[in-house]
């Protein structure tokens, strides 16, 4: 979607990086691409979000599991390195089926977690040391051990319709089987028997997890309280987890085969979810919390509470979670994008690659939203593992110098690996269900505990098992270690954090290209009100050098004597793996 001011902008840039002594093929010329990204200074718009996984970041009382107790002694750590805030995985009571995302009490934090008592005290010292904490909301589906499942499923007045049931279909041999084709996320048949109400209910993830009825007006009333609820205990806003999930096809429509798959239930992507996933009126229901999370904070005047969403969608259907290009309708502040861990599954990316990644969300993302960067989560490999350990502080570079905000993984600011987990040791549900198939499908890799320094079990417990086992290389590994010296990942990080928020300050005149130049070298350029920034990364395994018109370095991910911070330079020599930032002088 390149528009006639867009192309005029490109050619601009062409010049303006000719200007700059870099030689502007055609065939480049092509590639580049400029975005317009207007940012007014509300605090999301520029802010580094931190993932923090719970279970794994810091225990608190010892019994080996993380918990709040356990995080709000580390809020200052978060502070320290230049956060903006903090968004927890599930903390709400669960009878733990799907790892917190199947909840059966939306108004109470698991007690191994420290109740609600321990979250108010998160709140409050977050609050008193300027910390945003952001809570994940699970409106999707909820545990079938939550009380509106056991009314709902036991016929009580009024809550017959709170989940999706069906008296399904007779089949030849007169058996009751579900109503149509829909397969789970986690396989099986999206619906499952009820022997108390004699009906199916739908469920797109576990049995256990039963669908909540959106078209249930009554459904939508529930979820407000749940939201105002935690706003008025003090949250900063929500992940909204799973949304593209959130409602269904009202006729019931089988789901098309997928191209060339046959029928299996085993295999949840053999059918095409187009009514089962991202229809038109699950956006209403996003468009819908958003509004009602904009009228608490414009009733009582207080700064925006943010909504981030959840979607692995089409480029056009990930960007309607955000709302309607014009605006008129706002879902999310913004919608994750996966794009970095998608199109960059392991280490043999292209600089096309990241490039590609890159401009596929910045060309699909209507001009009035905030791009986002997210190079991890608890549900992928680590960035070290994945893209290589040598590729960290690039990869962290890169998110930090993008426009708009930056998502941080916990344990990705100082460059933790994946760790080693046995099928025995494992936790994760889905994967340990399955020996033989765990180091394929499971995600407790990437949830190894917190690093925090060298001593037992990684100053992450005091307690001689913790819930996984910590990553071997924990000694080498770890905060205490990486704040005791300059070019750990952690201080490259903090570093960068430093950079944006003295140098990338929201501005009305901003622009962004991301070029391949010259070979295995990225370059993003950025523009804005304080000046012209060069980001360069070199993936290579040998030096390249650059020639360059009087470039101010800011800042490199491999600090040394020869590399001053401040000094003028015409050209660079880029190590294998580095990354700088350099402003035009
Ligand atoms: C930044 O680039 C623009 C456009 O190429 C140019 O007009 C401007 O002078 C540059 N600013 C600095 C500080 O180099
Ligand atoms: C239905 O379940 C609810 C929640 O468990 C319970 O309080 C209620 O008594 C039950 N009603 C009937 C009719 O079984
Ligand atoms: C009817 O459904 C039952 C239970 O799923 C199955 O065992 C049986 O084979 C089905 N009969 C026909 C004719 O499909
Ligand atoms: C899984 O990985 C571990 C460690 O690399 C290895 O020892 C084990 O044999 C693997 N298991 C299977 C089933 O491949
Ligand atoms: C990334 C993420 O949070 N994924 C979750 C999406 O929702 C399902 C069902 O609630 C969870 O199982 C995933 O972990
Ligand atoms: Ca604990
Ligand atoms: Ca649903």
């Given at each position: 979607m390149v528009t006639k001011g867009a192309l005029a902008a490109i050619l601009v840039l062409c010049w303006a990086l000719t200007a700059q002594g870099h030689l502007v093929q055609v065939r480049e010329r092509q590639r580049v691409k400029v975005v317009g990204v207007k940012q007014t200074d509300?605090?999301?718009?520029?802010a580094v979000f931190y993932q923090i996984y719970p279970r794994s970041f810091?225990?608190?009382?010892?019994?080996?599991v993380g918990d709040l107790q356990g995080v709000k002694a580390k809020l200052q750590y978060l502070k320290d390195i230049g956060i903006t805030g903090a968004w927890l995985s599930p903390i709400f009571k669960?009878?733990?089926?799907?790892q917190g995302y199947d909840?059966?009490?939306?108004y109470t934090v698991d007690a191994i977690f420290g109740g609600n008592a321990a979250l108010k005290k998160v709140l409050t010292e977050a609050k008193k040391i300027g910390l945003k904490i952001i809570l994940d909301f699970v409106p999707n589906h909820t545990s079938d051990q939550n009380d509106w499942f056991k009314l709902s499923s036991n016929g009580t007045k009024g809550y017959e319709d709170y989940y999706v049931w069906h008296e399904g279909k007779t089949n030849g041999t007169g058996q009751k089987v579900p109503p149509n084709n829909w397969v789970s996320v986690f396989k099986g048949s999206s619906w499952s028997w009820h022997d108390q109400r004699k009906m199916f209910y739908l469920h797109q993830?576990?049995?256990?997890q039963p669908d909540l009825n959106y078209a249930n007006p009554k459904v939508m009333e529930e979820m407000k309280k749940v939201l105002t609820y935690w706003l008025d205990m003090g949250v900063d806003g929500f992940r909204v987890?799973?949304?593209?999930?959130l409602m269904e096809d009202k006729r019931l429509r089988n789901d098309p085969l997928a191209p060339?798959?046959?029928?299996?239930?085993?295999?949840?992507?053999?059918?095409?979810?187009i009514y089962t996933k991202?229809?038109?009126e699950t956006f209403e229901v996003v468009y819908a919390i958003r509004s009602h999370v904009d009228e608490y904070t414009r009733k009582r005047k207080l700064a925006t509470r943010v909504l981030m969403s959840e979607a692995y969608a089409d480029p056009d259907k990930t960007m309607r979670y955000y709302g309607t290009s014009d605006g008129k309708k706002l879902g999310a502040h913004f919608t994750f994008n996966f794009n970095l861990l998608t199109m960059l599954p392991?280490?043999?990316?292209k600089v096309k690659d990241i490039v590609k990644a890159i401009n596929t969300w910045m060309n699909n993302m209507p001009k009035i939203y905030t791009p986002n960067w997210v190079l991890?989560?608890?549900d992928n490999h680590r960035a070290a593992t994945r893209l290589g350990s040598e590729n960290v502080d690039a990869f962290n570079a890169l998110t930090a110098f993008l426009p708009g905000i930056m998502v941080t993984y916990n344990g990705e600011e100082i460059g933790m690996t994946d760790g080693q987990v046995t099928c025995e040791q494992g936790q994760d549900p889905v994967a340990t269900k399955d020996c033989s198939t765990y180091n394929e499908t499971s995600r407790d890799f990437e949830r190894t505990p917190m690093q925090w320094d060298d001593s037992t079990n990684a100053g992450f417990?005091?307690?001689?098992?913790?819930?996984l086992p910590v990553a071997e290389n924990y000694k080498e590994i770890n905060v205490k270690k990486e704040k005791a010296?300059?070019?750990?990942h952690l201080s490259i990080y903090k570093a960068l954090l430093q950079f944006r928020k003295e140098?990338?300050?929201?501005?009305?005149k901003d622009k962004l290209a991301v070029v391949e130049?010259?070979?295995k070298v990225l370059k993003v350029y950025r523009e804005n009100d304080q000046g012209n920034y060069t980001l360069l990364y070199n993936i290579a395994d040998s030096p390249v050098k650059v020639d360059l018109t009087k470039q101010k370095l800011i800042?490199?991910?491999?600090?040394?004597?020869?590399?001053?911070?401040?000094s003028i330079l015409e050209d660079i020599t880029l190590e294998p793996h580095e990354s700088v930032i350099l402003k035009s002088a």
């Open positions: 509300d605090w999301w718009k520029t810091m225990d608190g009382d010892g019994d080996g669960s009878p733990g089926v799907d909840i059966s009490d939306y993830f576990a049995p256990q987890d799973a949304v593209p999930y060339g798959r046959k029928y299996d239930l085993n295999d949840p992507d053999c059918v095409q979810r991202d229809i038109d392991n280490k043999d990316f991890g989560n608890h417990t005091t307690n001689e098992k913790p819930w010296s300059q070019s750990s140098h990338l300050k929201p501005s009305k130049q010259p070979t800042l490199t991910t491999k600090p040394s004597d020869q590399r001053k911070a401040g």
